[in-house]
């Protein structure tokens, strides 16, 4: 079954509400504001303004062009030519050119009036408001991302405690079958959620900080660790003391993946434990020293990972 999303619904919704109040004023080319209402529909209140803006300025800008050309050079199609040549890049340089399309619809209905005097100006004027004001007004409802954000959110969690939870089984038994499959799925989850989080941003005009897109941005920092990870755990062959410790300690972090902020305790214990490994003895062999070391790094990853998750201030999230 297709799926239908909002901004279909708002079309198909705003399209004939904006050409029936159009036709109710009794307008010339009534249907034009249908087509406006449609190309000033958005994703979010944001870009729904933009666009509007956009729009509007492109179409006053359109009209003063077109009274200047066709009542100058006559109703040609030369004089189109050469007002575009010259309204393009004006449209440009003013940063409204999304507008171009929209306001080549006002161009061709004053084309066509053949004479443009103040009763076709006003016709176009509210044809603009028409269309525009009907799609503003739809868009000043956008259905709330809250819950998809949030099950985005406990899917990530999941994925981070399998993965820290089969590292730590691999530093533990060596080799195990796990397939990995989490890795790459949560690469897609985390890019899927940065992108709707953003769009949530754009939908709160009024807020400066959005909790949602600076948790997933969090993540994302934190999932780059984790790949860089993979290699340092799988130089690690062998049972030695300290990997079991920071398989220990991985499994611990895995039962700790969670919104709330506990680095700190962690970020604790890993001073411990680097403190222990540098008063063990030396290695004794060339293998040893470069599991150790491998060790090593890979509590410097995990301490960067605590201090990302540190920095990260929770409020609703």
């Known amino acids: ?186 690469a897609d989850l985390l890019e899927e959620s940065k992108t709707m989080a953003f769009r949530d941003v754009e939908n709160h005009l009024l807020r400066s900080h959005n909790q949602h897109y600076h948790y997933f941005n969090m993540r994302l920092k934190q999932f780059e660790l984790l790949e860089r990870m993979l290699p340092l755990v799988s130089r690690i062959s062998g049972p030695y003391k300290h990997a079991v410790k920071i398989a220990e300690f991985f499994e611990e972090l895995a039962d700790a993946v969670h919104p709330g902020n506990t680095a700190v305790i962690y970020l604790r214990q890993i001073q411990a434990l680097r403190k222990e490994f540098r008063e063990d003895n030396l290695p004794e062999s060339r293998e040893e020293f470069e599991v150790r070391a491998s060790l090593f790094n890979l509590l410097n990853e995990i301490e960067q990972y605590l201090i990302i998750k540190r920095s990260f201030k929770k409020s609703d999230v």
Request: aromatic share 10%; net charge neutral; charged share 15%.
């Open 1 to 186: 079954m297709v799926k239908i999303g909002y901004r279909t619904i708002k079309t198909a919704i705003g399209t004939p509400i904006a050409i029936w109040i159009a036709q109710l004023m009794s307008l010339e080319n009534f249907a034009s504001a249908g087509i406006l209402t449609i190309l000033c529909i958005q994703v979010t209140r944001k870009r729904s303004i933009l666009s509007a803006w956009h729009r509007f300025a492109a179409c006053i800008v359109a009209m003063i062009f077109s009274f200047l050309f066709f009542e100058t050079l006559g109703y040609n199609p030369i004089s189109i030519g050469l007002m575009l040549f010259l309204f393009i890049p004006t449209t440009v340089k003013l940063k409204i050119s999304p507008g171009i399309v929209t306001s080549s619809v006002i161009i061709l209905h004053l084309y066509g009036s053949k004479g443009i005097d103040a009763g076709v100006v006003t016709n176009e004027l509210l044809l603009i408001i028409v269309g525009i004001g009907t799609a503003l007004l739809l868009n000043l409802y956008m259905p709330s991302m809250d819950k998809k954000l949030y099950d985005y959110q406990e899917k990530i969690e999941h994925n981070f405690t399998v993965i820290l939870k089969e590292l730590a089984t691999y530093l533990r038994e060596g080799d195990n079958d796990w397939s990995g499959t989490e890795l790459a799925e949560t």
